[in-house]
């Protein structure tokens, strides 16, 4: 909150900045404009700033129309890692990688997932090579 | 309709039915909103609340922003706008009427 020395046009504008760009577009001259008016009325600029920072904050936290798919994806991704789930199961090659598993040795090298070039040759005769992905190979390369 | 819009205005708070109230006369801008709800209602609205209510009302379709006027942008309510105060206002008559009578009737 700004000290009480600033002049009440400050107060107000460093209130006004805290909104969101979209607004300060449509509404931004106009709102100085009120707040200007309205302490010439004789309310207090910290009573008229306080109004716009709440407003503000509300502003930010209400999810808008156009943007609530990309709400729900960062909501999505914020539970998943505070769940610690890796960010390698959200994406394109755990189907893949599953689809490999579930075929064991008869698995193409196709259809392997992208870490197994540098796997060992030999190394789909050890079982469950595609289960643990963080293992080491024969040459103590990560996978 | 009218039970659509009146729940869409009770979401949309206190503000909005005063701000609503204060349009049904003709179309104003923010400050001629606040000085009149303030005339009729003894109440100063926040200028942030008032344009926080302004948003959910236009997003609601319930007031319209009209082509700007020395930079300042007047509303005007709608014809849904009009129906959700009018079935809100009938709402609150009935609510208030029940309140009378019983204050009556228990000698309070």
């Known amino acids: ?143 | 309709m009218a039970a659509d819009s009146q729940d869409a205005l009770r979401r949309a708070g206190d503000a909005s039915v005063l701000i609503l109230t204060s349009l049904a006369d003709g179309p104003k801008h923010g400050y001629a909103l606040i000085q009149d709800i303030k005339g009729f209602a003894g109440l100063q609205l926040g200028p942030g609340t008032l344009y926080g209510a302004l948003d959910r009302l236009e997003r609601l379709g319930l007031v319209e922003a009209l082509p700007t006027d020395e930079r300042r942008h007047p509303y005007q309510i709608t014809v849904a706008g009009a129906a959700a105060l009018r079935a809100h206002l009938d709402s609150l008559e009935r609510v208030s009427a029940v309140g009378r009578l019983r204050l009556r009737l228990g000698g309070i």
């Open chain 1, 1 to 143: 909150m700004p000290g009480p020395g600033l002049p009440p046009a400050r107060v107000v504008g460093l209130a006004l900045r805290c909104y969101p760009r979209r607004w300060r577009r449509r509404h931004g001259t106009e709102a100085a404009e009120l707040a200007a008016l309205l302490i010439a009325d004789g309310v207090p600029a910290r009573s008229v700033a306080c109004s716009y920072l709440c407003a503000a904050a509300r502003e930010w936290l209400t999810p808008q129309p156009g943007h609530r798919l990309a709400a729900a994806a960062a909501a999505l991704l914020i539970v998943a890692g505070s769940l610690g789930v890796p960010l390698g199961l959200l994406s394109a090659s755990a189907p893949a990688s599953a689809a490999s598993a579930a075929r064991g040795h008869t698995a193409s090298a196709s259809a392997q997932p992208a870490c197994t070039p540098h796997q060992h040759p030999h190394s789909h005769l050890r079982p469950h090579s595609h289960a643990r992905p963080h293992a080491r190979d024969a040459h103590g390369q990560h996978c």
